[in-house]
């Protein structure tokens, strides 16, 4: 088992000792860091940043050819960790001879050691991992400001006690994986990318806040109770969706496709997209309708039959609906930005 120890707070210290460990190359891009790592030992990227708030996140997509225990080491501060598994799976502990608790695919943990206690992450060989984590940086202090980012977490995990550990894992959550996927997909770069990703982080955290809160208030509803092979299978039929609109999908051949129910598929959409599986669909062709009026040269009546919609009128209305114009006045919009850009 490889040993990798983190005894740094800061992110630019974070990647140098990561870099010893795992090897590779740093990149930095306006308060951002990316380990790029391609070995023998170590493949993939762990990507870093600091925010307002004191709050910071590192994402994890890494494959390992041993297994690795990544001891994080809090000797003057107890932040709290926010970790979503997005692939894979991992398993942490409240130092070396704590007991492992894993935390599987789709999951959230929360957790935050008493001060001078590590926290071990265990990444298991040979399998691709992504880890989202994000750290509210709690100091143990009494000079909080109490409208702090920081008081507020300490103050809704420990209720103004921190002498002990706090673990928790959630139910399975598959809207936490599709905000990820989006602050992955922030393809702007400097200043820009930096807020945009601020943004989506502070999200992310809310979500996994109130998940909290619904588990403990035992207010999940009865029919978000889909098992984790039925999620994977949603969260396929999600992408092949969001990559392909224009198909001509049918709750028959989605379910035939997954082996899941029409109910199943129904439940499971509205969970994660808070649409029907018809809703979802409508919703991506609109937006890849978007994307080719920006960019493409091609007309309206040839983005309709693009995307897979048959009636020209029927598009300009739900594309109305979604962008308060007409196709056509919002094609006529981007060109008059473009000229004077």
């Given at each position: 088992m490889k040993l990798v120890t983190i005894h740094k707070d800061k992110i630019k210290n974070i990647f140098e000792e990561l870099t010893q460990s795992f090897g590779g190359k740093i990149i930095f891009d306006s308060d951002e860091y990316a380990l790029e790592v391609s070995n023998d030992f170590a493949k993939g990227?762990?990507?870093?940043?600091?925010?307002?708030?004191s709050v910071s996140s590192l994402q994890f997509e890494m494959t390992?050819?041993?297994d690795v225990r990544l001891s994080i080491e809090n000797p003057n501060i107890s932040p709290v960790y926010f970790a979503y598994c997005s692939k894979g799976s991992l398993s942490h502990s409240f130092g070396i001879t704590g007991v492992e608790r894993k935390l599987k695919k789709f999951q959230t943990a929360i957790v935050s050691s008493r001060q001078d206690e590590e926290n071990i992450l265990y990444f298991e060989k040979n399998i691709n991992t992504k880890l989202t984590l994000i750290v509210v940086g709690t100091q143990n202090s009494g000079t909080d400001n109490?409208?702090?980012?920081?008081?507020?977490?300490?103050?809704?995990f420990f209720e103004k006690n921190s002498e002990y550990n706090f673990f928790y894992v959630g139910s399975y959550n598959l809207k936490i994986a599709e905000k990820i996927e989006e602050l992955s997909a922030v393809t702007e770069t400097g200043i820009v990318r930096n807020l945009l990703k601020e943004g989506i982080l502070k999200i992310i955290l809310a979500m996994e806040i109130q998940q909290h809160s619904d588990d403990m208030n035992n207010s999940l509803k009865e029919t978000n109770c889909l098992t984790l092979k039925e999620m994977e299978e949603i969260k396929k039929l999600s992408d092949l969706i969001k990559e392909n609109p224009e198909e001509q999908f049918t709750i028959k051949s989605l379910s035939k496709k997954s082996g899941l129910s029409p109910n199943k598929l129904q439940e499971g959409f509205k969970?994660?997209?808070?649409?029907t599986v018809n809703d979802f669909i409508t919703h991506m062709r609109i937006l890849k309708a978007e994307i080719l009026i920006k960019n493409s040269d091609l007309n309206i009546s040839e983005i309709v039959y693009c995307i897979g919609f048959t009636s020209r009128s029927y598009f300009s209305k739900i594309f109305k609906q979604?962008?308060?114009c007409s196709p056509k006045e919002y094609k006529f919009n981007q060109n008059v930005l473009a000229i004077t850009a």
């Open positions: 990227t762990i990507v870093g940043s600091s925010y307002s708030d390992f050819s041993e109490h409208d702090s980012l920081n008081y507020k977490v300490r103050e809704t969970m994660i997209h808070d649409r979604k962008f308060n």
